[in-house]
Structures are given as structure tokens and as C-alpha cells.
């Protein structure tokens, strides 16, 4: 299962994180993510992939204002997680995963709300979001158990909208395991399977809602499990 790490700015600019190397930011030409703010050292700070802890680390550079990593002043390396707000002289970004499929779009409206002037150097225009209020969308590309194994992977808490189909399907989970599903008149582990066998083309996700029940009982590794062998058992 692939992971897509994005920095989210003010001014709805994102860019991607790729594992396989490290990211400068400084006023300096020729560092990765070039910022002209005069608060910003030539040579500022660094992001880099640890594939110990699968995580990115933020390091100051010895820069001349310092970086914060959630209104914390860095004093070593320090681990950058979803979520994670960090500022490099004046400039503010936020950390946001993606699971596969998922559209960098539509994290416009989760860009740190400030009013500092911004400048990324090359980057990706974002749009306006696909479904309103939803935290992200995007294409369900690898299937149903791909985006279910990112929120376990993730421990992330909302409801996951699957749209397009005949139907409309939801999935709630708690910290990435599963509580509740439902799909038409179908709920709980029915719903569950027939939305992994037969999942709608779309997807949003929104954060932090709650169901009004619990269908789902169960590790998420357990349920994601039990939902695999049912498909292949309908498969034969």
C-alpha cells in the first residue's frame, strides 16, 4: 500500500514528499523548496525520510529565526506526523498523508489559516474541494481494503463516503479500525463486503465523524481479514 506525503501552505499551495530524497528550505538557489522571506535562512532546514520509524524528520539547518513543529521550537530532529504544523521563519505549512488515489486537491481547504504572504517556489495549484467539508477525496483506484489498510496504517477517526455508484456507501472507523458500515438498506458486516466487492468509483473523507451505532466488532486487521476471505470465497 503506497502512502503520498504532502506539505499544505497558506496559500493552498501543496508539495510532495518523495521518500527517496531529502528537502532543503532556504533562500539559497538551488535548495529543494526555495522560500523569499527575509526571516528565512539561506540554508534553513531540512525534511528527511527515516525507514526505520517510516516517518519524515525535520531538522533546523543552525538557521538564524529556528523552526517550529506544532508552536514548538525544534532542538533536535523531530518526527513529522499527519497533521503536524511546522513553521520555517515566517512561512507555515502542515503535514497531510494521502492514501492511494487520494486527491491533493482537495486538502485546499485544510491549508493553515494565516495571512502571512507565501511563496513555495514550484508547486501544485490546489482546487477548490470536491465535496463539501470533507478533509480529503479522491479515486478509489486499488480498492476498498487499499483505503481501509491506510486508515489502520494511519490510526485515523471519521467517516469514509464511497460515491458514484448506484448507491451510496459509508464506513466509520475509530483510530483506522472499522465500527460501523452501511451501503443502501445493507449495514454492518453485509455492507462491509458488498462495498469491498463492488466499491464505488469516488471517495471523501471526513474526519472526526461519529455514527449514531456500532455494527463492526473486532481488530481492524482481523476485520480486513475476514473481508478478504469472503471476496475470494464469492470470487470462486
Known amino acids: 500500500m503506497s502512502i503520498d506525503y504532502y506539505l499544505v501552505s497558506a496559500s493552498r499551495r501543496a508539495h510532495r514528499l518523495k521518500p527517496e530524497k531529502p528537502y532543503v528550505f532556504g533562500r539559497e538557489d538551488g535548495v529543494d523548496i526555495v522560500l523569499q522571506d527575509a526571516l528565512v535562512s539561506r540554508r534553513h532546514a531540512e525534511m528527511r525520510w527515516n525507514p526505520d ?22 532542538t533536535q530532529p523531530t518526527r513529522i506526523d499527519d497533521g503536524c504544523q511546522i513553521q520555517i521563519g515566517g512561512q507555515i505549512y502542515r503535514m497531510h498523508l494521502l492514501p492511494p488515489g487520494g486527491d491533493p486537491g482537495s486538502l485546499g481547504a485544510q491549508a493553515p489559516q494565516i495571512s502571512t504572504l507565501e511563496t513555495m517556489g514550484p508547486g501544485m495549484s490546489l482546487n477548490e474541494l ?3 467539508g470533507a478533509t480529503f477525496t479522491g479515486q478509489v483506484t486499488g480498492g476498498l481494503l487499499d483505503l481501509l489498510q491506510f486508515f489502520q496504517t494511519t490510526a485515523k477517526t471519521g467517516r469514509l463516503d464511497l460515491l458514484g455508484g448506484k448507491s451510496m456507501g459509508s464506513v466509520w472507523m475509530t483510530t483506522g479500525t472499522p465500527i460501523h458500515a452501511a451501503h443502501g438498506a445493507t449495514g454492518g458486516f453485509d455492507a462491509l463486503v458488498d462495498l469491498a466487492t463492488n466499491p464505488p468509483p469516488r471517495f471523501a473523507f471526513h474526519a472526526d465523524a461519529v455514527p449514531a451505532e456500532k455494527t463492526l466488532s473486532g481488530s481492524a486487521a482481523g ?14
Open 53 to 74: 520509524h517510516t516517518c519524515w524528520v525535520l531538522t533546523d539547518l543552525n538557521s538564524r529565526n529556528g523552526v517550529m513543529a506544532n508552536n514548538t521550537r525544534l
Open 130 to 132: 470536491a465535496t463539501q
Open 223 to 236: 476485520i480486513l481479514m475476514e473481508v478478504a476471505r469472503l471476496m475470494d470465497e464469492g470470487s470462486k
